[in-house]
């Protein structure tokens, strides 16, 4: 049976998979992350999920499954990473108030025994609602907003916030479940 490798340290990943019911390894990947400057598109995050499970999977046995995951949050064409600071968080959250955006999971699975690459990408759609100043400075003094893509986790926020979300759950929290069940079963 072949081990799964999780090539990340984010603590969300990592609970979506113990839900999920996997049994797994963390071996997280050292590949420094950066998007070309070019025009976004969503095959750039699955090409850098592709790159960190690479990066991982020299380091694994040949008995290894290694599953890579990058996520962002976009809103009017515009990347949101993690903000730099404080203030970097409130200009996000304030950005994204009272509108849709779209958050791009990259996915890949590298089968180490055959080599075979399964790379895809899910897209979910989160409608927030109009945002107070008072909303926006409590969330960021009482969660961390700092290690997450487009300044929020949505697992956390709290009642009001999020007016809509069309897609998969656990795609806006890092790690589309689903997709990644499926890519397990094909390898």
Known sequence: MKKLVLASKSP???????KAGFKFIIIPSNYDEKLPHSKFTP????ELAFKKA???AARCDKNSLILGADTVVVHKEHVLGKPKSKDDARKMLEELSDDTHYVVTGVCLIDNSTGKIYK???????TFNELSDKMINDYIEQFNPMDKAGAYGIQELPD????????????????????????????
């Open 12 to 18: 969300r990943r990592k609970q979506i998979l113990e």
């Open 43 to 46: 095959e750039m995050i699955a």
């Open 54 to 56: 690479a990066e991982t």
């Open 120 to 126: 895809t990408y899910v897209i979910t759609y989160v």
């Open 160 to 187: 009001g916030f999020v007016k809509s979300v069309d897609g998969e759950f656990d795609n806006v929290i890092g790690l589309p479940s689903k997709i990644v069940t499926e890519l397990i079963k094909q390898a």
